[in-house]
């Protein structure tokens, strides 16, 4: 999934949101649940080697992954890391715009734990 190093387009949060359609959980013969951490983390958005994305990038594309997954009533798994959240997030924007999409998806959506989401995937 090539995405710009600077000043995301249109075309690659589309190309984030269509990612997630492959990273739900799913269940192994073993019995064992997976749940694959939604597209792109906090380093491949801040930390790459090439230039970085802005607080306000990352902000966008997660405004598109959570619309999405609660449109498809899908999983959202957002994997951060503190000493990159605390430096770049400070105000923990992040997270208050997932709650706050959640909260006003009127019941479609909910903040939800391993156990929930092992149970769904079994379903």
């Given at each position: ?57 990352f ?61 769904r995937?079994?379903?």
């Amino acid at each position: 999934m090539p995405v710009s190093p600077e000043n995301p387009t249109p075309a690659d949060f589309e190309a984030v949101v269509k990612a997630q359609t492959t990273n739900q959980p799913f269940i192994y013969t073993s019995g064992l649940v997976e749940v694959p951490m939604s597209p792109l983390g906090d380093v491949a958005s801040f930390r790459r080697k090439d230039k970085k994305w802005k607080l306000a990038d990352f902000l966008t594309m997660l405004r598109h992954n959570v619309a999405w997954a609660i449109d498809n009533r899908a999983t959202f798994d957002l994997l951060t890391h503190p000493s990159i959240m605390s430096v770049e997030d400070p105000e923990f924007r992040a997270f208050e715009l997932i709650c706050d999409l959640v909260n006003q998806s009127q019941g479609r959506a909910a903040i939800a734990g391993l156990d929930a989401l092992a149970a769904r995937a079994k379903a």
